[in-house]
């Protein structure tokens, strides 16, 4: 069975820095992309970040320079890593297993967590 829990998400002032993460099992690491998806209150849920083994790591513009994902495959963990997050970063952070090529396209995705809440906020 395919399971993925993200922990780390709390109340982060803006321009601090905080730590996601995804633990995965049921499947293994390297043959998956693995994505970060948000979604803020009363809007879509949207990808931001997308590591995988083929083709490397991306990263939507709205998050380019500040949030950096990475992994450590002998643990089927990812990690996010937001520096200087923003107001406007506050929402539910979810991470989804899904091809092996990286999409923003949340239907591309069939397994997710539950979820972590980031509130950015003074």
């Known amino acids: 069975e395919v399971q993925l829990v993200e922990s780390g998400g709390t109340l982060v002032q803006p321009g601090g820095s905080l730590r996601l993460y995804c633990v995965a099992s049921?499947?293994?690491?390297?043959?998956?992309?693995i994505t970060w998806f948000r979604q803020a209150p009363g809007k879509e849920r949207e990808g931001f970040s997308c590591v995988s083994g083929r083709t490397g790591t991306f990263y939507d513009d709205s998050v380019t320079g500040r949030f950096f994902i990475s992994t450590d495959n002998a643990k089927n963990t990812a990690f996010l890593q937001l520096n200087g997050p923003k107001p406007e970063d506050t929402g539910v952070y979810y991470c989804?297993?899904?091809?092996?090529?990286?999409?923003?396209?949340?239907?591309?995705?069939?397994?997710w967590g539950q979820g972590t809440q980031v509130t950015v906020s003074s």
């Open positions: 989804a297993a899904g091809p092996y090529l990286c999409s923003f396209v949340p239907d591309d995705y069939d397994s």
């Open positions: 049921g499947f293994n690491f390297d043959d998956r992309a």
